[in-house]
């Protein structure tokens, strides 16, 4: 097998695979950013990457298979997660995260146009749900951490916590349409340490402790 | 200017054109939730709704406006807000509302589609927004009612409680892919609620007059 057409990862990153894999990735997310996932073609992106067509068609074979192989590249080359000591440190630290990332000029249309893609195609909708998997097994350290401090219960689930500081800044890049700003990054950071202090995400809690904590 | 030619909301609900608009914006959902935002067509809207073509052109003459007027129609028809007597109560009532909406065979798909043409078309972002709003505004009461109640601090953001019910059954829905049940829709409302308590969503100063000129 030629390292042209071994899989991404299984060759060493400074070499020819690799290269191209970046470019046309690259030229993968330029794409979606600037005219959406309707116009996203291989041959398209194999002129844009300056990549032989057929490269591109054996290698990734289907659109969904290009952006499939962007989110995880994304996923790889995302910032690792905060140590600050604190959780509300931490959080906040994934919150502006998140919030540059979905106001960034590039990052925040590619975003929504792999969601939107998402919501009509099943496998986009399958590696996007992978790629927000990685991203808060990540994060999730600080939580659990936070539990070892004694900062939060015992038993909270920090998958939990952690979605629920993304949650609200994707709700209002696509729901909502309201400020996107370090203050509502700020703001779900503070909420979701409030609600786990709270204990508002412990796990396999009994209905009658939910009623009497009300 | 006859009744055919009058905007929405400017006839009786019983006559004939209000049953012209509810007939088209039935045929407009039913294609969104069918086949997406990409497929909604004015000529295939008429003919679905059994409507001359030239009603529809004439009335709302683009796919933007059918959808703006779809939203503002799913706005007045929803459900109003809970009254159960406890901030939890109501809270846990529009978790649900929401979850049972967007897992709704029919009302998930064309959320779906109406979402992710928001991504990319301005007009349909902004009825978007203003349908989010009148919901919000719905209920926001609620919150109100429990700071006068003593059950939230003096301050609280009523719109930031309510949208922080919504934001984890959305990112569900349209990132993480996680299941949207009844569960998630009641630990939605708990973490919102213990977030509230906690004081997280007391505003600004400088928020509370923007808000109240709103």
């Known amino acids: 097998m030629s390292a ?3 899989q991404p990862g299984t060759v060493r990153p400074g070499g020819r695979t690799a290269r191209v894999r970046a ?3 690259r ?3 330029d794409i979606l950013a600037e005219r959406g996932f309707a116009h996203l073609d291989l041959s398209d992106v194999a002129r844009r ?6 490269t591109v068609y054996r290698r990734w074979g289907s659109v969904t298979a290009l952006v499939a192989d962007l989110l995880m590249d ?3 080359q995302s910032s690792p997660r905060a140590r600050t000591g604190s959780l509300l440190g931490d959080l906040k630290a994934n919150a502006r995260l998140v919030q540059r990332t979905l106001t960034d000029p590039r990052q925040g249309p590619l975003f929504k146009a792999v969601i939107a893609a998402a919501t ?5 909708a399958e590696a996007l749900h992978h790629f927000y998997d990685i991203r808060i097994r990540e994060w999730a350290p600080c939580v659990r951490q936070a539990v070892d401090r004694g900062e939060l219960p015992e038993g909270t689930d920090a998958h939990e916590v952690i979605r629920a500081v993304s949650a ?6 696509l729901a909502s349409g309201d400020p996107l700003d370090e203050a509502a990054a700020d703001r779900a950071a503070e909420a979701a340490a409030a609600a786990a202090k709270a204990g508002a995400y412990v796990k396999d809690r009994k209905d009658e402790k939910i009623e ?3």
Chains 1, 2 share one sequence.
């Open 212 to 214: 009497r904590d009300a």
């Open 23 to 25: 470019t046309v990735l």
């Open 27 to 29: 030229a993968v997310g």
């Open 74 to 76: 994304m996923a790889e």
């Open 168 to 173: 609200p800044l994707y709700y209002r890049l």
């Open 4 to 6: 042209e057409g071994a």
């Open 120 to 124: 009509c195609d099943a496998r986009t």
């Open 49 to 54: 990457a300056d990549v032989g067509k057929t």
